[in-house]
């Protein structure tokens, strides 16, 4: 069996073809799903996210409707 691959802040952004600063303050401001995994000593936290949790959320995830520039 294949070890269980989690996604980096920085491959989630790589995924949703966002910058890596924009995944970063979802994170900080609680706008990402719950990671499901986190590792590292007390104080550096380093979250990880399967991609299916990453596609799912991506798919419910409301739009802002874009701006129209007006003539």
């Keep these: 069996m294949p070890p269980i691959q989690f996604l980096s802040l920085r491959q989630v952004a790589e995924r949703l ?8 303050t979802y994170y900080k401001r609680n706008q990402l799903p719950e990671p499901d995994a986190v590792t590292g000593p007390p104080g550096y936290v380093v979250p990880g996210w ?4 990453i596609d799912e959320w991506q798919s419910n ?7 129209v520039e007006q003539a």
Excluded: D, S, V, Y
Aim: net charge positive.
């Design 17 to 24: 073809n966002l910058q890596p600063t924009t995944i970063q």
């Design 61 to 67: 995830r409301p739009t802002r409707p874009r701006r």
């Design 50 to 53: 399967l991609a299916t949790t």
